[in-house]
Nanobody, 128 residues
Framework: QVQLVESGGGLVQPGGSLRLSCAPS????????MGWFRQAPGKEREFVAQ????????WYADSVKGRFTISRGSAQNTVYLQMSSLKSEDTAVYFC?????????????????????WGQGTQVTVSS
């Protein structure tokens, strides 16, 4: 079964930066894209960023464009999320997941139902 593990969360002041990491746990698998999502208390899980395999095309939610950068690691299905200029509204549990639909290699996949391998998430708290 596909399983991913997130790390790198923590408490940071507004305007600060954090780098999240995501790596597979268990057997290797092939994903057409990797994505980051977040879920704040009382809210639905929302799309943050996506990077495709191959060309490495990226997509971002409007709320994080220009502040967050998604990138792939050298190991298969390893992905990072560099977050800068953090705001209090970025506070959430952040999850990574793997897109198993070929469509996601060329287009943005913004729905959670197109992803698998959800981990436990990593908490990001932006507060002074």
């Amino acid at each position: 079964q596909v399983q991913l593990v997130e790390s790198g969360g923590g408490l940071v002041q507004p305007g600060g930066s954090l780098r999240l990491s995501c790596a597979p746990s268990g057997r290797a698998f092939s994903a057409y894209a990797m994505g980051w999502f977040r879920q704040a208390p009382g809210k639905e899980r929302e799309f943050v960023a996506q990077v495709s395999r191959g060309e490495g095309n990226t997509w971002y939610a409007d709320s994080v464009k220009g502040r967050f950068t998604i990138s792939r690691g050298s190991a298969q299905n390893t992905v990072y999320l560099q977050m800068s200029s953090l705001k209090s509204e970025d506070t959430a549990v952040y999850f990574c997941a793997a897109a198993r639909w070929e469509f996601c290699a060329d287009y943005g996949c913004y729905d959670t139902n197109k992803y698998t391998g959800w981990g436990q998430g990593t908490q990001v708290t932006v507060s002074s």
